[in-house]
């Protein structure tokens, strides 16, 4: 999607008008004195001209820089270095605030005082676990280039981390300008559009997906996300149409073209007018078409529900592919990354295989397994993987890691489990003896296990964990790494 412009009266890049010379001859002297005269007035043009242009250059540089109450620097005019020859002193630079191009100006207490009237806007809410709630903000981010929008991001709210904890900036963990600069979809973060410390509720008329897609809950899918940003929400119950199979109820996926139907004219117009009041104001809204809303947007997909998990899913081609880390959170990994290898600071990250293991609630899903511990793979069954990965790295890469070379990441509580690990060689990420949490937030030690294991040379992770899912993504396209997943379930279920 091409850039926007930043405001409606932006002036012109360039002068209206220039100007012009036109030496005029005299025939009747001599013709010495005709040749020097025009030779002086000749001489004289070329100056003019070059006068001329120069002018009209220093206007049309100054134009192309407009300055107003909500403009940015320009990013192409170095201003930091002082002409060469000029005799004057530099002023002391005053940095201009930056905000989005999407967006009129700073945060506004009200939120549609902020949105430009030439850009249409979508956004939704979060409501599960975080890699879950990653997967959700880029199934909204997919949504919004189809449908010509810009997403607006939420934050992340807590959930396995204690539901007590504070939010985090989606811009906190992952970065931001270089999404929009690498991956061609624009995205802005809510508390970019409006003031995180306003008062202000703002009605807002959304559609319900959720009670659209599964018949146990007669109600929106529940968020705390609208009450952070202070939006009173009006909802109406999408149409049957968008569940991609009609009447299952084991499957709950939305279609994002059945999605997109719903926010052109067409579709909109003949599926509103019955809108729930909503809980604070009581008012009963239709659907924003400016600013686009859905309940929850984790179960849209462009196929099959397990999209994600395949080489075409469009969700981590155009979107979760371009979500780095920023620059801190990458740092951070790799300190830690080198500490428990027992690296110095200065060192660089050597190449490693990480290892995510998922039981914990998987627990629940063992109703294949004639006995419970009969359920997951045990550690040889892993290390049978991740020596699978050591021989395809030697075989593709010609790099040799070595089993002391390999971070586990578990939330196994079991200490004879973690022993037998030890056995084995593998570091683990103590976040405890790091005093993650005093350090930097209850948020960073999930985030940097995710950070840790994207950095990775090779991968091997829980069939059906989200979390190994995307992290095995991460290793795939952005290391050219090497990954496999450990299946489980019942005994013998990765037995190959």
């Known amino acids: 999607m091409p850039l926007l412009p930043y405001a409606d009266n932006t002036p012109p890049s360039s002068p209206a008008s220039g100007h012009s010379f036109a030496p005029r001859y005299m025939f009747h002297l001599a013709h010495k004195r005709r040749l020097f005269v025009t030779a002086c007035l000749s001489l004289a043009a070329i100056v003019l001209v070059t006068l001329s242009f120069t002018t009209l250059a220093a206007e049309e540089q100054s134009l192309a820089v407009p300055v107003f109450e909500h403009s940015q620097p320009s990013l192409d005019v170095d201003v930091s270095s002082p002409v060469a020859h000029d005799p004057l002193p530099q002023l002391e630079q005053v940095e201009q605030p930056h905000y989005s191009p999407f967006v009129l100006g700073p945060p506004t207490q009200s939120f549609r005082d902020n949105l430009r009237n030439d850009t249409k806007y979508i956004t939704s809410w979060i409501s599960a676990g975080w890699t879950n709630d990653v997967m959700t903000y880029a199934n909204l981010i997919y949504l919004g280039a189809v449908t010509d929008r810009v997403p607006v991001i939420g934050m992340f709210t807590p959930s396995h981390i204690g539901g007590d904890a504070a939010p985090i900036l989606f811009g906190e963990v992952f970065d931001v300008p270089r999404f929009n600069r690498e991956s061609g979809t624009p995205i802005v973060e809510w508390h970019k559009v409006k003031d995180p410390e306003s008062q202000v509720v703002d009605d807002l008329g959304c ?241 940097l296990d995710a950070a840790i294991q994207s950095g990775a040379l090779g991968f091997v992770g829980t069939d059906r964990s989200t979390y190994s899912i995307v992290s095995r993504r991460r290793v795939d396209d952005w290391n050219d790494g090497a990954t496999r997943m450990v299946l489980w379930g019942y005994k013998g279920a990765d037995d190959h």
């Open 207 to 447: 559609w319900n997906v959720w009670e659209a897609v599964q018949y146990n809950e007669h109600f929106p899918r529940r968020s705390s996300v609208p009450d952070w940003l202070k939006l009173d929400i009006s909802y109406t119950k999408a149409p049957s149409w968008i569940k991609m199979i009609p009447d299952y109820p084991h499957d709950m996926c939305s279609t994002f073209w059945s999605l997109a139907r719903l926010s052109f004219p067409e579709e909109r117009s003949k599926n509103i007018g019955n809108p729930l009041p909503s809980p604070t104001h009581h008012v009963t809204l239709d659907p924003d078409d400016h600013m686009l809303c859905f309940d929850y947007l984790y179960y849209a997909c462009a196929q099959q529900s397990s999209d994600l998990e395949h080489d075409y899913a469009p969700t981590w081609r155009y979107v979760l592919k371009y979500l780095h880390w920023t620059e801190r959170i990458e740092q951070i990994a790799a300190n830690y990354v080198k500490q428990v290898f027992g690296l110095p600071e200065e060192a660089e990250v050597p190449p490693y295989i990480a290892i995510h293991v998922r039981h914990g609630d998987f627990a629940n899903w063992c109703w294949q397994a004639e006995n419970p511990e009969d359920c997951f793979a045990p550690l040889p069954v892993i290390a049978r993987r991740v020596r699978e990965v050591q021989e395809e790295l030697r075989q593709r890469k010609g790099v040799d890691i070595p089993m002391t070379r390999v971070i586990i990441t578990s939330d196994e509580k079991d200490p004879a489990w973690w022993e037998e690990v030890a056995a084995l060689g593998w570091r683990t990420i103590d976040h405890e003896a790091a005093r993650t949490i005093e350090r930097f937030g209850r948020w960073y030690p999930v985030v």
